[in-house]
């Protein structure tokens, strides 16, 4: 099994991946698959949803990088 601290990089490296190429590659088109089927957008309504990931993606590496920092300060 991963060790939690191992994992929260792996994330916090996906993350930056995302925010680095796929956030940017959805300012054109995005498309959602759920189990009822996909959603499109398109154009304005698309950079708006990449607009809204960025923000929340940012977010989730904020969290994980302030457990980073908690986490290494308590095995010194």
Known sequence: MQEAATYRIC??????????????????????????????????????????AKQLLEQQLKRITATNAKASCRRR
């Open 11 to 52: 994330r916090a490296e996906r993350i930056r991946y995302a925010l680095a190429h796929q956030v940017p590659a959805m300012r054109m088109n995005v498309e959602i698959r759920t189990d009822c089927g996909t959603l499109y957008f398109h154009y304005k309504d698309a950079r708006r949803m990449a607009e809204l």
